[in-house]
């Protein structure tokens, strides 16, 4: 969700003057439409949506700014990681808002970005100033088919943006998948999933009790949402042996000091939050293939 709370920037005018002209209402896709909407007081930012749904913001002259609050708490995590460049993988791509931050953050970073919408991503990459492979690859296909097929061991990061409509689609929320994650990511690495919610949580509890059967895990969202007063955005985060220190006091800094503040749940207090809710498993039989945005 946006944070409503951003700084004005303006580009360059070399930086204007090279970008592509945006298009005017939906454009058709592989699954339905895309369409950008300028903020009439900012004309660097853009809203992307996906067949009507917000699905990424970006600032065309700032990629490191992230206007989603769930997107500013998975940059929180992925900062914790030692210095340097990443291999991350985004399951979900649309805008790639948070593949540009890393790059911009983290030059030399190596990532791959999937979406089931080939049209969807052939348009971001036209539209905008993306990093060009090997940097930044774009892959159509369903996300948990593309993880299955990466190395052992060969990613930092693994983000699960995915949504068709306003559901993370099931196959990417069930123990087996998250086995997937664990054998993807490196020793260290950070598993970041973006879960939609509404009272009583239900959704997120039993993403956080799925994660955990392979991974360490914490859960990060804003105070008001962890008391279930409303829909929202909560970031599940997985980490592999030697990840970064989720209950320490770096990401609990970093969290308070953003437009709006979040918090995050380990330990006793994420046990009570699970209250013995069950881990998410696969339906018997081959796993479906996804038809909607990932």
Partial sequence: MPSGRRSSRKASPSAASARVPLPDGPVPTSSGTVELVRDPSDPDAVTLLVN???????????????????MQHMAAVVDLLPPGPLDAVHLGA??????????????????????VDEELLRHVRTWFALPRSPRLRLRA??????????????????????????ATPAHLTTAEFVAQVHRVLRPGGVYLANCADRPPL??????????????????????????????????????????????????ARALRRLPVPATVLTGDALRSFVAGAAPRRDAPGPVPPHAHPA
Avoid at 52 to 70: A, K, M, N, Q, R
Avoid at 147 to 162: F, Q
């Fill in 52 to 70: 009507g749904v917000p699905s990424s913001h970006l600032d065309l002259s700032d990629p490191t700014w992230l206007e989603f609050e769930y």
């Fill in 202 to 251: 239900a959704l997120a509890r039993a993403e956080v009790a799925t994660t955990a059967t392979a991974l360490d895990v914490a859960l990060v969202a804003e105070p008001g949402q962890l008391k279930g007063r409303r829909y929202g955005n909560l970031v599940v985060v997985g980490t592999r042996e030697g990840g970064p220190d989720l209950a320490g006091p770096a990401l």
């Fill in 141 to 166: 296909g369903d996300g948990r088919t593309v993880l299955a097929g990466l190395p052992d061991a060969s990613a930092d990061v693994v983000v699960r943006d995915a949504f068709a409509g306003d």
């Fill in 94 to 115: 649309a805008a790639c808002a948070l593949p540009r931050r890393v790059e911009a953050v983290r030059p030399g970073s190596r990532q791959l970005a999937v979406d």
